[in-house]
């Protein structure tokens, strides 16, 4: 029977997992046997199609040690583009790097997989020259497009290592005799590549018009809305717990899952009466009975909304959501929660108006339309990628 390890490395929360699981169904179905490797083991008990093969915890990188001292008593500096996030995490430094990419080749070598579908995970796709093929997974922004130099988000602040110091120092774990890569982009093309996202999602959109497929995991229109909200919040969010003040507040029927939520925090929200989920609860069926979806911009939570027709209500984290954030909102369909001074009166204000916005449900019901018909298959470009390898090393 074939065997494929499923890999993924950099990234946090439940998405390139929740990819993984998906990826591992559908390669199941095909007959091919799946190992997993993946940076938080603590997502698996909500992934049961992971866990159906043996699981790993997958190497990774840390912060390079020359940023080490500037870092301390301040934010970290905020990644404009691919190359300052590997930066950041050491991929611009050999010892670093070689630690990850030893890592990764000492589980290659033990499990002998067929093929590796990787999720994120520069440091495998390295260690996996010369010793499997790579099929590359990932949503718009974490599978940049195969152009020299990848765009980066903002031009206004210098990257943190050139490009050309990454690609040094990844030609230089690669195995003696390999060519050293053309360009960084070139890390993530593989044998074959599924971009598992919306083109609206895809902030590279303008190089690579059309080409995304849409998710994995396809959601269906569900007319059966209930009467209040559903919340996705991350705990280290700014002003997280104001944000679910305001929320109750609004006295609306509310769902929430909050991954890692203190005992505290669960008990104040089960005393108020609201329903708080202790895993991940089932997407379709979490948005589909609620009016409004409530989240922090992570692309699984925004496309599956937009799929099924809900309009949201965004309070982004970082640069990826912000553009996630920004294009439904330009598309009529999302809002952005409010900032500045009484965050509780704020969010509070900011749900009862979406709740009441017929201009915004319509939107999101247009969208979904519109995203429902969209003609990419992401599982069907995963399994064509598949059988062209398996028949490749058959």
């Known amino acids: 029977m074939t065997l494929a390890l499923l890999g993924a490395e950099l990234g946090s929360g439940f998405g390139h997992a929740a990819r993984l699981a998906t990826t591992a169904e559908t390669l199941g179905s095909m007959g091919v046997a799946t190992v997993a490797a993946l940076p938080d083991l603590s997502v698996l008990e909500a992934f049961p199609a992971l866990t159906a093969g043996r699981v790993f915890a997958a190497p990774r990188g840390r912060r ?5 001292q500037a870092l301390i008593g301040r934010p970290p ?48 796709n390295l260690a996996a020259c010369g010793r499997a093929p790579v099929i590359c997974v990932g949503n718009g922004f974490t599978l940049p497009p195969l152009v020299s130099p990848i765009p980066r988000q903002s031009v206004a602040r210098p990257p943190v290592l050139s490009e050309h110091d990454l690609v040094e120092a990844m030609s230089s774990v690669l195995p003696a005799g390999a060519p050293p890569l053309a360009s960084l982009a070139a890390v993530f093309e593989g044998e074959g590549r599924c971009l598992t996202c919306f ?72 005393e108020v009466g609201v329903r708080a989920d202790i895993r991940p609860p089932e997407l379709a069926e979490a948005i589909g009975n609620a009016r409004l979806v409530i989240h922090h911009g992570g692309l699984g939570v925004a496309q599956a909304a937009a799929e099924i027709g809900r309009p949201q209500l965004i309070a982004p984290t970082d640069a990826e959501k912000d553009f996630t954030a920004n294009q439904l909102k330009n598309a009529g369909a999302a809002r952005l929660l409010g900032t500045g001074k009484d965050p509780i009166i704020r969010a509070e204000s900011d749900v009862r108006e979406a709740l009441n916005a017929p201009e915004l449900t319509a939107a999101a019901r247009g969208l979904g339309e519109a995203l ?20 490749r090393v058959a």
């Not at 990644?79 to 430094?93: P, R």
């Not at 429902?372 to 028949?391: F, I, K, M, S, Y």
């Open 199 to 270: 083109p609206m999602f895809d902030p590279y959109q303008v190089w690579r018009p059309g080409e995304g497929e849409g998710p994995l995991q396809r959601r269906e229109a569900n007319d059966q809305r209930g009467d209040g909200v559903f919340a996705y919040l991350n705990l280290a969010a700014p002003d997280i717990e104001d944000m679910l003040f305001g929320i109750v507040a609004a006295g609306v029927p509310t769902r929430v899952f909050i991954p890692e939520a203190p005992r505290a925090m669960l008990a104040y929200l089960d």
């Open 64 to 68: 390079p040690g020359r940023f080490q």
């Open 77 to 124: 500096p905020r990644a404009a583009g691919m190359s300052d996030i590997l930066a950041l995490n050491g991929y611009g430094e050999p010892d670093i790097l070689s630690g990850v990419v030893r890592g990764w080749r000492a589980l290659i070598d033990q499990l002998k997989p067929d093929l590796i579908v990787s999720d994120y995970a520069p440091g495998l």
């Open 372 to 391: 429902r018909a969209h003609a990419g298959d992401a599982r069907g470009r995963l399994e064509t990628l598949v059988d062209e390898v398996r028949r």
